[in-house]
């Protein structure tokens, strides 16, 4: 049917709290409350971080790369300390890559429970927004009781990690795992069993498995569209291929996948639940010896500045696979240093995951993929939009209207 | 992927070497090994002529239907620009993925590659970043824009290249930007 007057609309979301409490910014074409089409727009927080890393030397870099993002800022150091390790030699001890294990497996915790708590809040239910990061809180308590620190850990080290975890600290573990476990049910009744929660996360922006495959999605987003895809699982580093786990896809709990936001809650509340059994294997089959394979660090910077090389350090950060590539040329600094975290793969599966949605549904499937724009970005502009421009209160009210709707 | 058609790493470097005899330079396969048990992780590195890249990329497929891309890097080397493309396969079984890294270098005088987004269309966002970042051309790429630094940042100023085109005036002068 042809028509002469226009039916559809664009709208510019962003790159303000688009959905998301992060700088990114949508450009929808709306038909009625249909999304037709969607744009992506990056780069509000680039900072130029992979520049600043080459005129800076490897274990200057590593608290750099801490920085790049708060809630992986372990697992960023780390990728770049495997890549370096490659290419100086440097064969990390056996005790360290165990102990490696248990702070990526309590980083996967504490983000896959706030995300947890910022899809409950975007569709409304701030109750158990406050619920789960109450339980966070406990991660990020023990985390401090491991690391020292909160949010950048400082624990990272070229050749091994920083800080030994002694038997006298086995009980404040175990009582801190405890708490997750006694909690997990509660958690897992009210994501999974809760009928708003359905109602707003079923047949909700779906991405198919051959679209995942395609757009090359990563992690949690990937899995719960059924591609069997974990750089835990898939390649040996750490102490990963000594520990008894595999891959979770959403057909372990429900025996079938669908691909959407239900999907995604589903792959992340079981991921908690692995990483707990995957701390606990860690801690009993942890090896004596030394935790750093050079303890003395200007002895081990020497060794980094004849280094020669190219490498690339993989791991499976708690939003997926985070790629380092560096490059070193025997000299002080870097050569080259190439950061891609897993939001940069997981852009493009936006597009198909949106196209077709309700406008109230923007928060939710934007959220669903566990976003971080700082990660992808890595330089600072800001954008000037004089557009109309939906903000994120308005979003987030219609989210929650909607929840409303469907239950009165 | 059934355990028969999977090939060893040096299998993979024979089939690329015969279906490419002249297209691919030279070859290095990484071991390590981690863990108490030993496991294995292998990273394999090729270099391939602009030429034919992207037939050596396409045939990828042929080791594995889905293989992984993470991302295009790639670096000014001072003579020419390399691009390095990061693909992985055999994924979705315990601890027999390959990374797979190919290496073209393009010389500064002509910094064009094909784009491969028709074949592997998750490669978008990396090939834009490599033509603002790099000064690469990439033919044939579906989208051509900006994605990571903004429209008002001054044509012709590649961040990442290391010779006049570089961004070393920029930050020299930092001190006297008077921002807006």
């Known amino acids: ?408 | 992927m059934s355990q028969e058609s999977r090939l060893t790493p040096e299998q993979i470097v024979q089939s690329f070497q015969e279906t490419f005899p002249n297209n691919i330079r030279d070859s290095r396969i990484e071991r390590h090994t981690a863990g108490l048990k030993k496991t294995e992780l292998v990273h394999i590195w090729m270099r391939m002529d602009r030429e034919k890249f992207k037939d050596i990329l396409k045939h990828i497929m042929t080791i594995d239907k889905a293989p992984h891309l993470a991302v295009v890097s790639g670096y000014d080397s001072n003579e020419t620009i390399e691009l390095i493309y990061h693909f992985s396969v055999y994924h979705g079984t315990p601890y027999q993925e390959l990374s797979l890294n190919f290496v073209v270098s393009l010389p500064k005088a002509d910094p064009t590659i094909e784009t491969i987004t028709d074949v592997y269309p998750g490669a978008l966002i990396t090939e834009q970043e490599k033509q603002e970042m790099l000064g690469v051309v990439v033919k044939g790429i579906p989208v051509n824009r900006r994605v990571f630094i903004s429209d008002d940042f001054p044509k012709g100023v590649y961040p990442w290249r290391r010779d006049e085109t570089g961004p070393a005036k920029m930050v020299k002068n930092l001190h006297h930007e008077v921002k807006p």
């Open chain 1, 1 to 408: 049917m042809s028509t002469l007057t226009k039916t559809t609309y664009q709208i510019p979301i962003g790159p303000i709290h688009p959905a998301l409490k992060e700088p990114v910014m949508f450009e929808f074409e709306i038909d009625g409350e249909q999304i037709v089409n969607v744009d992506v727009r990056l780069g509000h927080v680039h900072r130029a971080i992979e520049w600043a890393g080459t005129r800076r030397n490897p274990i200057q870099v590593l608290y750099l790369a801490e920085r790049i993002c708060g809630i992986c800022s372990y697992c960023h150091p780390m990728a770049f300390a495997l890549a370096v390790e490659r290419i100086a030699g440097i064969e990390v001890p056996d005790r360290a890559q165990y102990l490696r294990v248990i702070h990526a497996e309590l980083e996967r915790i504490c983000s896959h429970i706030l995300w947890a708590g910022v899809a409950a809040h975007e569709i409304g239910f701030d109750s158990v927004l406050f619920l789960t990061w109450e339980m966070r809180e406990r991660a990020l308590d023990l985390t401090e009781y491991l690391t020292g620190n909160r949010v950048t850990k400082g624990i990272t080290m070229i050749g091994g990690i920083r800080r030994d975890i002694t038997p006298d600290m086995h009980p404040q573990i175990h009582e801190k795992l405890q708490y997750f476990k006694d909690n997990f049910e509660k958690i897992r009744h009210i994501y999974l069993d809760d009928k708003t929660f359905k109602m707003r996360t079923k047949g909700c922006g779906v991405l198919t498995k051959e679209e995942a495959v395609k757009l090359n999605a990563v992690g949690p987003t990937a899995r719960a569209s059924g591609v069997k895809i974990d750089v835990r699982r898939d390649q040996s580093f750490f102490a990963y291929g000594d520990l008894d786990f595999d891959y979770i896809t959403p057909d372990v709990l429900t025996g079938e996948v669908n691909g959407d936001v239900y999907d995604r809650i589903i792959v992340r509340l079981l991921e908690v639940k692995q990483s707990l059994e995957l701390i606990e294997q860690s801690l009993k089959q942890m090896p004596e010896g030394p935790i750093v394979a050079e303890p003395k660090i200007a002895k081990l910077l020497a060794m980094l500045k004849k280094a020669d090389g190219e490498a690339i350090g993989r791991m499976e950060a708690p939003r997926g696979e985070v790629f380092h590539y560096v490059k070193m040329n025997g000299s002080e600094c870097p050569y080259f240093w190439k950061v891609r975290a897993p939001t940069y793969s997981n852009i493009l599966p936006w597009i198909p995951m949106l196209k077709g949605e309700q406008i109230a549904d923007i928060p939710i499937v934007a959220a669903s993929t566990d976003p971080c724009m700082s990660c992808t970005n890595r330089v600072t502009f800001i954008e000037k939009n004089n557009s109309y421009t939906l903000d994120r209160e308005e979003l987030h009210r219609r989210s929650v209207e909607k929840t409303r709707r469907l239950c009165p």
